[in-house]
C-alpha cells in the first residue's frame, strides 16, 4: 500500500494539475477512477454527481392526475389556464 501511494504522488508531482487548468479536487477524483485498472480501460466519460431521479419528485400517478385536471380546467372552466 506504501508504495502504491508513493507512486500516486510521484504521479501527481509529475502532473501538477495547474499544468493542465484543472482543480487538484479533479486530479484526485480522476486518480481514483482509475485505481487499479489499466488507462485505457477507464471509463473518463462526465457522470452526474445527483441522484437519477430528484428526491421531490411526484410518481407518475400523481403528474397524469395533475395533467388531466388541467386539461379539464382549460376546457371547462372559467377558470382555466
Known sequence: MENE?????????????LRFHVA?????LWVNRAHGK????????DRSAGPKTPHNRVSVHVEHCVL???KELKENSPLGE
Open 38 to 45: 489499466r488507462l485505457d480501460r477507464v471509463d473518463w466519460t
Open 68 to 70: 388531466e385536471l388541467r
Open 24 to 28: 487538484k479536487s479533479t486530479v484526485e
Open 5 to 17: 501511494m508513493r507512486s500516486y504522488v510521484s504521479w501527481y508531482n509529475e502532473h501538477r494539475p
